[in-house]
Antibody, heavy 123, light 113 residues
Framework: QLHLQESGPGLVKPSETLSLTCNVS??????????WGWIRQPPGKGLEWIGS???????FYDPSLKSRVTMSVDKAKNQFSLKLISVTAADAAVYYC???????????????WGKGTRVTVSS | DIFMTQSPDSLAVSLGERASINCKSS????????????LAWYQQKPGQPPKLLIY???TRESGVPDRFSGSGSGTDFTLTISSLQAEDVAVYYC??????????FGQGTKVEI
């Protein structure tokens, strides 16, 4: 059974870099049937898609975050990662990783979600 | 960006009654080449991650009770819970995956008893 688990610091200082990893178990991150995505949810608010990555390294990012976001895949460890630079209070949220069905051209819906990790931005 | 607008923001339904949530897209989500609408519905209970209920506007995810159904095409979609159960109390989100990036979600609809 597929399981996704986010990990990373729960507290990040303003202007610093948020780094999260999603460990994938029960499936190979090199599957051609899926993209792997990051979604966040600010406290008390709705869902925001951040970006998605294919095992080949092909990425799609939210244009509003694109200048600050980098996603990567580590095939050997079967995990993928998110880096968000220059964080502000507006980046505080629960961050989810997820598996996105795909035609291999572009990602579709998110069929499996991690439990999420809460990130606070504060000095 | 494609804007997804859900209505209502919240609704209260008696146990066993029908609940309907609407989702309107600012652009069509219908792709004529494959005759599909690129819309999904998710359920999020407090303290939990979202859960996929419906994709391609009307295809129920495996394991989702058949009281959940999705309908609509183009820009107007509906999630219906035919007979509300206590465990259906949650926030429901629609999401488009046709026009990207970004993939966009509706603002959410809170369903209460």
């Amino acid at each position: 059974q597929l399981h996704l688990q986010e990990s990373g610091p729960g507290l990040v200082k303003p202007s610093e870099t948020l780094s999260l990893t999603c460990n994938v178990s029960g499936d190979s991150i090199t599957s051609t049937s899926y993209y792997w995505g990051w979604i966040r949810q600010p406290p008390g608010k709705g869902l925001e898609w951040i970006g998605s990555i294919y095992y080949s390294g092909n990425t799609f990012y939210d244009p509003s975050l694109k200048s600050r976001v980098t996603m990567s895949v580590d095939k050997a460890k079967n995990q993928f990662s998110l880096k968000l630079i220059s964080v502000t209070a507006a980046d505080a949220a629960v961050y989810y990783c997820g598996r996105q069905s795909t035609s291999s051209i572009h990602p579709y819906y998110i069929d499996v979600w991690g439990k999420g990790t809460r990130v606070t931005v504060s000095s | 960006d494609i804007f997804m607008t859900q209505s209502p923001d919240s609704l209260a339904v008696s146990l066993g009654e029908r609940a309907s949530i609407n989702c309107k897209s600012s652009q069509s989500l219908f792709y004529s080449s494959n005759n599909k609408n690129y819309l999904a519905w998710y359920q999020q209970k407090p303290g939990q991650p979202p859960k996929l209920l419906i994709y391609w506007a009307s295809t129920r995810e495996s394991g989702v009770p058949d009281r959940f159904s999705g309908s609509g095409s183009g820009t107007d979609f509906t999630l219906t819970i035919s007979s509300l159960q206590a465990e259906d109390v949650a926030v429901y989100y629609c999401q488009q995956y046709y026009h990207y990036p970004p993939y966009t979600f509706g603002q959410g609809t809170k369903v209460e008893i």
